[in-house]
């Protein structure tokens, strides 16, 4: 059987099983919930192992017909982009049931379903290559995050929830709209089909026409990045998630954002993107800086942390219209940044919330007298997060702006200052949160970490050192997924080019 497939359905028949736990056991739902996180993970884990990085295309493919009339496959591939996105998803899952383990006591076994029904969606939408299967999995991974908000979060739930529903769904009518609009013109829902036929000019958009279908897309892709000025449904929906919610929507759903942007946009419409990145590179630099700077002013952690992530993915969008193969390449790395450390924070805030019961951040201080291990794995994700050396974000982030820098000199100035707001409400938070005289109250209800929350921790502070330290055990297969998008666009970037000869130079001796 084919492995991805596994990986996929795995969930799904976690989803299936769950429903069938009696609703008083609700210890056996979470751990069901836990092994059968943990076997996908383990079982994802052979994907990078057999995953040959040497080969540019898609991988672990499985194309079966599903629709006769109009035709619909079931097709399942994956690139080096996409083995990431899947990784992240299933090591995240596990994390989350972990950090959600005493939090949940009302309807547990539903609330475990729909994590693993959310897993599900999450991989198939990194997976599909069928457009239509795309939006199936699109709109599975909605459903969950909508109840998972709108009954296990908190006062403002159903406002968030409902914000967050409407704003992704019309998003998706537009991109459903095109993609119907592409199977009347092509004949097919195949993704690389219709690449190739663009490619060989057997295929062809007039420039409006293009620019249309590229902003339907594009705006889809925006509003779940997501992008200045389509950002507002955000802070609401993480400031009354649960954790996990929080976690999984800020770490991987956030992603499918830039995620389609990279795999969609730039193949199937190059002109148009070409033509839109000056706008695009202006939104993001104004989401960078105004995302930090709203940060700073914030009284709320998650609210906090949730502004961040508005500053941070407006680096991922900044550098994948660089349109250099740096740009691409730190765009895609800190994609998977940010999941490990936005996540790491979102889950310590959530620990930090259980045992106070409040997100204001002048509820606290003192917490590192109370709680030090705690607040030494807040350092180091703080740290992480704002981008020192030998941790994952510098990485990242120092490889968009060289690649931004080498597009436009000016952007990559302007990106820069939201590297050094990063540091200011980052650091301020941490000092008020940690720093100064403990109260009674703090030194009462805010102990250290227990055994269980050691293992939902500690596996994304070695990820954050992992990918600072050794980032050439992802970049390889990332590269060559991002090189063939520049080649699928038709954009002819000298620096990669140059790259990609002195790399048959070094193979050859």
């Excluded at 459903?143 to 009954?151: A, H, K, W």
């Excluded at 509003?223 to 449904?233: E, G, M, Q």
């Excluded at 680096?315 to 895609?332: K, N």
């Excluded at 200011?424 to 100064?436: A, D, E, I, K, P």
Aim: proline residues 5%; hydrophobic residues 55%; glycine residues 8%.
């Amino acid at each position: 059987m084919n492995l991805l497939t596994v990986v996929l359905f795995l969930p799904l028949a976690g989803f299936l099983i769950a429903l069938m736990i009696p609703r008083s056991s609700g210890g056996g739902s979470r751990a069901w919930a836990l092994v059968l996180s943990l076997v996908t993970f383990i079982v994802s884990l052979a994907l990078p192992v057999m995953f040959d990085r040497g080969f540019t295309g898609e991988q672990f493919a499985l194309d079966v017909p599903w629709i006769a009339s109009p035709d619909i496959h079931f097709y399942i591939a994956m690139d080096g982009v996409s083995l990431w996105l899947v990784l992240l998803s299933t090591f995240l899952t596990p994390i989350c049931v972990l950090i959600s383990w005493r939090y949940i006591q009302h309807r547990a076994k539903e609330f475990y379903a729909f994590l693993l029904l959310l897993e599900f969606g999450l991989i198939g939408v990194f997976i599909a290559q069928d457009l239509f299967l795309f939006y199936v999995f699109w709109e599975v991974s909605l459903v969950p995050m909508y109840f998972l908000v709108g009954i296990w979060g908190h006062e403002r739930r159903i406002y968030a929830a409902v914000k967050f529903f409407l704003f992704t769904m019309a998003g998706s009518v537009l991109m459903l709209a095109a993609i119907i609009y592409l199977y009347n013109r092509a004949g097919t829902f195949s993704y690389p089909a219709i690449v190739t036929m663009l490619s060989s000019g057997r295929l062809t958009f007039a420039g409006n026409e293009q620019m249309l279908l590229f902003l339907a897309f594009f705006i889809a892709f925006a509003i779940k990045v997501p992008l200045f000025p389509l950002h507002t449904w955000l802070p609401d929906a993480h400031v009354e998630a649960p954790s996990a919610g929080s976690v999984m929507l800020a770490s991987v759903m956030l992603k499918m954002g830039t995620y389609g942007i990279l795999h969609f946009c730039l193949p199937m419409f190059p002109s148009a993107s070409r033509t839109c990145a000056p706008w695009i590179a202006i939104l993001s630099i104004i989401g960078i800086i105004y995302g930090a700077l709203v940060s700073m002013v914030q009284p709320n952690m998650k609210k906090l942390v949730a502004y961040s992530s508005v500053s941070h993915l407006g680096f991922v969008v900044l550098g994948i219209f660089s349109f250099t193969q740096l740009g691409l390449d730190g765009a895609v790395y800190q994609m998977l940044n940010h999941g490990i450390s936005t996540g790491a924070l979102f889950a310590l805030v959530g620990l930090l919330y259980e045992r106070k019961h409040s997100l204001a951040i002048g509820d606290y201080g003192g917490v590192a007298a109370a709680a030090p291990w705690l607040s030494t794995a807040f350092l180091i994700t703080t740290l992480a997060s704002i981008g020192l050396p030998l941790l994952n974000n510098f990485v990242g982030e120092f490889l968009v702006l060289q690649g931004v820098a080498l597009s436009n000199y000016t952007w990559a100035i302007y990106a820069a200052i939201g590297v050094i707001l990063s540091a200011c409400y980052m650091l301020w938070l941490y000092q008020r949160v940690f720093y100064g005289e403990a109260s009674e109250d703090v030194r009462s209800h805010v102990p250290d970490l227990n055994l269980r929350e050691w293992a939902a921790v500690v596996p994304l502070i070695v990820m954050m050192i992992w990918m600072g330290v050794y980032s050439q055990s992802f970049l390889p297969p990332v590269s060559k997924a991002t090189a063939r998008v520049l080649d699928q666009a038709q954009i002819n970037v000298p620096f990669r080019v140059q790259i990609d000869r002195n790399a048959e130079v070094a193979r050859a001796r």
